[in-house]
């Protein structure tokens, strides 16, 4: 597949998986997300998808300040209804990264390793002020993390072209030029602003620090 360069520039979120390290998965429970592996989740690379990367990778940071994060350990609360706007496609992007999902889930082995039951979905929208809730399940520590794809906005001449592809007629050259400004905003948030507190904020709730 031929993704843009700018996906290998993107910054790289390490983790510890107890199971993989069990099932001989992965040499010491150790892996190592891209960006891509997102982009090939999700099927396409956006703001929704770079938030949603970023997101785990800001509460990562803070909950595990010292030690490597462990997957199938972080328990998820997110703000909405699975079925609300984009709500659906961050968990998904959410449960890749932390291991945490719903009822559905890897149900574990001998009373370990389970990750069913750790993604939940509020009953309506507007929880945590649209933020999501990442929480370790050994320490309690928690934070809530929210996007706001605002602080980067998309080039004024995109609108003109995305009211195009809304209506099916955008023209092979408008296709081209909308995809290149979509992708330069992306990159822009992954590169220039993955640690931004204006794009990414970060609220510690109990037990860690920023």
Sequence with gaps: MAFPKFFDDAPVI?????????????????IEYRYADVVRLAGHSCPTVAGAYLSVRAALNVLYPN??????????HMPAPETEGTI???????????GATAQGGFKGIGGRFARNGLLSFAKKSGENDGAVRFERIDTGAAVTVKFDANQIPPHESQRERMLAVMH???TPEQQVEFARLWQKRVRKMLLEHADDPELVR????????V
Excluded at 67 to 76: D, N, Q, T
Excluded at 88 to 98: H, K, P, S
């Design 14 to 30: 390490s983790l510890r998986d107890p199971l993989a390290d069990l099932l001989g998965a992965a040499e010491g429970g150790a």
């Design 67 to 76: 030690s490597l994060p462990e997957r199938g350990a972080i328990r998820v």
């Design 88 to 98: 659906g496609v961050v968990a998904q992007v959410i449960t890749m990264l932390t």
């Design 168 to 170: 099916n007629r955008e």
């Design 202 to 209: 970060v609220l510690p709730l109990s037990g860690a620090k």
